[in-house]
T-cell receptor
């Protein structure tokens, strides 16, 4: 019940496309849902986060969609660029952060 | 703002020796810091939660006598890997939350190689 399931495991998109990464959870005690971006050999960087009282949050080219009833949330990257190529992790927090398995995103030029 | 640093960024040590990794919050005070371990192409695994002035809380399966954590101040936590062995080679990452906030900010990580 503490798990966060993330899909897909890897994703390849052409420049300008909109990659979508999905996460699902079971624990209704989760009340904070961040997304992290990690480049090879670096620590994860907080990208955007949402609380369950809103259905969507947008920051720049990054958008989180949140469906509380379905216990799902997703990350959309608008106008994707090769520099967005990285591993993305969703997470959810009750007392501590629980991470998804990660999605390796490649944006082809 | 919200910068977390780690030192060293990489370290190589011989089997049987101990290694200390420092984690600092540079522009905020962190009552709670976290230590993670990450294997190649895998997700982050929480090792322990460190609270300033009290003992760390270790996750199930993490040896507290092997991974010593000290949260000496509101801006500094250290992880000491004692009697390191090759299987301890990994990427260790700390994170910190500003007091009273949900956001958790990560350091750049420390690559430990035990030979």
């Amino acid at each position: 019940q503490q798990q966060v399931k993330q899909s897909p495991q890897s994703l390849i998109v052409q420049k300008g496309g909109i990659p979508i990464i999905n996460c699902a959870y079971e624990n209704t005690a989760f009340d904070y849902f961040p997304w992290y971006q990690q480049f090879p050999g670096k620590g994860p960087a907080l990208l955007i986060a949402i609380r369950p009282d809103v259905s969507e949050k947008k920051e720049g080219r990054f958008t989180i969609s949140f469906n509380k009833s379905a216990k799902q949330f997703s990350l959309h990257i608008m106008d994707s660029q090769p520099g967005d190529s990285a591993t993305y992790f969703c997470a959810a927090r009750a007392q501590k952060l629980v991470f998804g398995q990660g999605t390796r995103l490649t944006i082809n030029p | 703002g919200a910068v977390v640093s780690q030192h060293p960024s990489w370290v190589i040590c011989k089997s049987g020796t101990s290694v200390k990794i420092e984690c600092r919050s540079l522009d905020f005070q962190a009552t709670t810091m976290f230590w993670y371990r990450q294997f190649p192409k895998q997700s982050l695994m929480l090792m322990a939660t460190s609270n300033e002035g009290s003992k760390a809380t270790y996750e199930q399966g993490v040896e507290k006598d092997k991974f010593l954590i000290n949260h000496a101040s509101l801006t500094l936590s250290t992880l000491t890997v004692t009697s390191a062995h090759p299987e301890d080679s990994s990427f260790y990452i700390c994170s910190a939350s500003p007091a009273g906030l949900y956001e958790q900010y990560f350091g750049p990580g420390t690559r430990l190689t035990v030979t």
